[in-house]
């Protein structure tokens, strides 16, 4: 049996570096979500890879442009979210829909500009992707084509079950003492709900493991093709989503009558889009929460989740309420992850035992198999 993952993929600063290069600068990542954007004018901002990043709705076009000014480097938009045009909070230059400067104050009369440097003052802009609700972004000058990052069963279930998002979002953002890859490991570990989550998640929800044979065998042999394009056909496997496990006696809430549920199955729903997003519906479909896990350090990730329901038939007066309801019976059932993650991250130094991974494990052992030989030299996505 072979054992993978060294300590160092989770406490070296040096491999924590390589990996903001060589994965969340090429691939496709998570961005926001559009139902945060209906309006003109209406922004996110966020830190992706360690560039600060402004997605801005321009007349119902969403462009996504470095949030850095090019006067002198002050942040254009300086709230995580809010509705204002594109102006430098510093000294007012104001920024189009394309990113390029269109009007400073005094111009003329204080900066002495030419006509060319003027046209030259243009932010570096994104590629941004929506499938339905959910925006992604890739932070690379010639991004690949997102569709050899998901595969096209991946992208529909999340179109279609985007698509019913409800344009009212709480949002909240934990900071963990862990690497980001736990969490995937432990999102893809259906063995740990009944003894993490005894009271809560695995009260309703019956998570069943299962052993992949062939896979468990893959995973025991070195990738054949280190190409980049054949590791971007390997990655696309590790998104996956859809029902993962029932839910005996769904508990009915008032408020179900009050959204278009998406779907009918009393299902738990799951959706990991690789490497850093995790969707699920734990209620067959009423609502959903997004988990976002973004890499600060090797053992600091932050938490940002989101909690909607699915379209309202018409606004109700207790909405709010019910998103607040979501969110502490979510806080549990992340706390009790978070709590777990914590302790094994603390416990890891270099000279660490390695993991012992079983059969049931093999989706982990794939990734794992895929992750070190893209961290090892000359390898590219
Ligand atoms: S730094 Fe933005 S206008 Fe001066
Ligand atoms: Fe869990």
């Given at each position: 049996m072979q054992s993978r993952m060294h300590p160092k993929y989770y406490l070296s600063p040096e491999i924590f570096e390589r990996e903001q290069?060589?994965?969340f600068r090429k691939a496709w990542l998570f961005a926001g979500l559009k139902t945060m954007l209906v309006e003109h004018n209406a922004f996110i901002t966020r830190k992706i890879a360690g560039i600060p990043v402004v997605i801005q709705n321009f007349h119902g076009e969403i462009r996504a442009f470095e949030n850095v000014c090019l006067h002198r480097n002050a942040l254009i938009q300086t709230e995580a979210v809010g509705k204002r045009p594109l102006v430098c909070a510093?000294?007012?230059w104001r920024y189009n829909a394309e990113g390029q400067v269109d009007h400073i104050p005094d111009c003329d009369a204080i900066y002495g500009f030419s006509a060319e440097?003027?046209?030259?003052?243009?932010?570096?802009?994104?590629?941004l992707h929506s499938v339905g609700n959910v925006l992604f972004i890739n932070l690379d000058k010639h991004p690949f084509p997102f569709e050899e990052q998901f595969s096209v069963a991946f992208i529909d279930l999340l179109e279609s079950s985007s698509n019913s998002y409800d344009t009212e979002v709480m949002v909240t953002t934990w900071h963990a003492k862990f690497n980001?890859?736990?969490?995937?490991?432990?999102?893809?570990d259906a063995n740990h709900p009944r003894f993490v989550h005894p009271k809560s998640l695995a009260k309703t929800v019956k998570f069943i493991?299962?052993?992949?044979?062939?896979?468990?065998?893959?995973?025991?042999?070195?990738?054949?093709?280190?190409?980049?394009?054949?590791?971007r056909q390997e990655m696309r496997r590790f998104s996956y989503g859809g029902a993962d496990a029932p839910i005996n006696d769904l508990p009915h809430f008032g408020w179900h009558d009050q959204v278009q549920r998406w779907g009918s199955q009393d299902m738990y729903y799951n959706w990991?889009?690789?490497?850093?997003?995790?969707?699920a519906s734990a209620n067959g479909g009423f609502s959903f929460t997004v988990e976002h896990h973004i890499p600060i350090a090797p053992d600091h990730t932050d938490i940002e989740i989101y909690w909607f329901t699915t379209r309202k038939k018409q606004p109700y007066a207790f909405s709010n309420q019910v998103l607040l309801a979501q969110m502490?019976?979510?806080?549990?059932?992340?706390?009790?992850?978070?709590?777990?993650?914590?302790?094994?991250q603390a416990a890891l130094h270099m000279?660490?035992?390695?993991?012992?991974?079983?059969?049931?494990?093999?989706?982990?052992?794939?990734?794992?198999?895929?992750?070190?030989?893209?961290?090892?030299n000359d390898h590219e996505i």
């Open positions: 290069q060589k994965l510093y000294h007012a440097e003027k046209q030259e003052l243009k932010l570096r802009e994104f590629a980001w890859k736990l969490a995937y490991e432990n999102l893809r493991p299962s052993v992949d044979q062939p896979a468990f065998q893959e995973s025991n042999s070195p990738l054949s093709e280190t190409s980049p394009s054949a590791l990991l889009a690789f490497p850093n997003l995790h969707i502490h019976g979510s806080k549990v059932v992340v706390g009790e992850d978070v709590e777990i993650m914590e302790q094994v000279d660490a035992p390695l993991p012992t991974q079983g059969a049931y494990e093999a989706t982990n052992r794939l990734v794992e198999r895929w992750y070190t030989t893209l961290m090892a």
